[in-house]
């Protein structure tokens, strides 16, 4: 009987030691999921400020080859806090030419291996607005599904609202 019990530990051992770096692999290259905190992307992302907190599903892989469009949301490395991570919209890509929303310039162009992302609720985000065009390696992930609260799954499509679209597309 004890050499039955010593093959389950074993087993379990053997099982676990695969299954942890598999797990975390696959949470640091393919995806993992995140509470969204704040209304920075309000009515996008939490849209009941009051309500539960979405938890999205982050696409790490996709970010990791800085494959990203217009309307994407993501979520980035802080330029101000590198302890921090945010989840903005991106509005434009390198060599667009934006119409900044209380930018120190009225016009930016974003340089080359950068983007330039604001929060859906326009006064109410510490974005591109506030600390310019961010480089592609900042870029954590893409934000592809809402996954909580249930009565909001839903996947979520790159959109841009037509009054943030670029001044002019390289």
């Known amino acids: 009987m004890a050499q039955h019990?010593?093959?389950?530990?074993?087993a379990f051992i053997s099982g676990f030691f695969v299954a942890?770096?598999?797990?975390?692999t696959f949470l640091?290259?393919?995806?993992?999921?995140?509470?969204?905190?704040?209304?920075?992307m309000q009515p996008s992302l939490n849209p009941d400020a009051r309500g539960e907190?979405?938890?999205?599903?982050?696409?790490?892989?996709?970010?990791?080859?800085?494959d990203v469009q217009r309307g994407d949301i993501?979520?980035?490395?802080?330029p101000k806090?590198?302890?921090?991570k945010i989840i903005k919209r991106v509005?434009?890509?390198?060599?667009?030419?934006?119409?900044?929303?209380?930018?120190?310039?009225?016009?930016?162009?974003?340089?080359?291996?950068?983007?330039?992302?604001?929060?859906?609720?326009?006064g109410h985000s510490f974005d591109s607005n506030a600390f310019g065009p961010v480089s592609l390696g900042l870029l954590h992930s893409?934000?592809?599904?809402?996954?909580?609260p249930p009565n909001r799954w839903q996947k979520l499509k790159p959109f841009l609202p037509v009054e943030r679209e670029s001044v002019q597309n390289d």
């Open 53 to 66: 907190s979405d938890i999205v599903l982050l696409n790490r892989w996709r970010a990791r080859n800085y």
């Open 81 to 84: 806090n590198p302890e921090q």
């Open 91 to 122: 509005i434009a890509l390198e060599g667009d030419i934006v119409k900044t929303l209380g930018h120190k310039n009225r016009y930016v162009k974003v340089p080359r291996g950068h983007v330039w992302v604001e929060g859906d609720h326009h």
């Open 28 to 40: 640091d290259r393919v995806a993992c999921i995140a509470r969204v905190e704040g209304v920075s």
């Open 5 to 10: 019990g010593r093959r389950y530990v074993r």
């Open 74 to 78: 993501v979520s980035l490395v802080s």
């Open 20 to 24: 942890v770096p598999v797990t975390v």
């Open 142 to 148: 893409h934000a592809t599904h809402i996954l909580w």
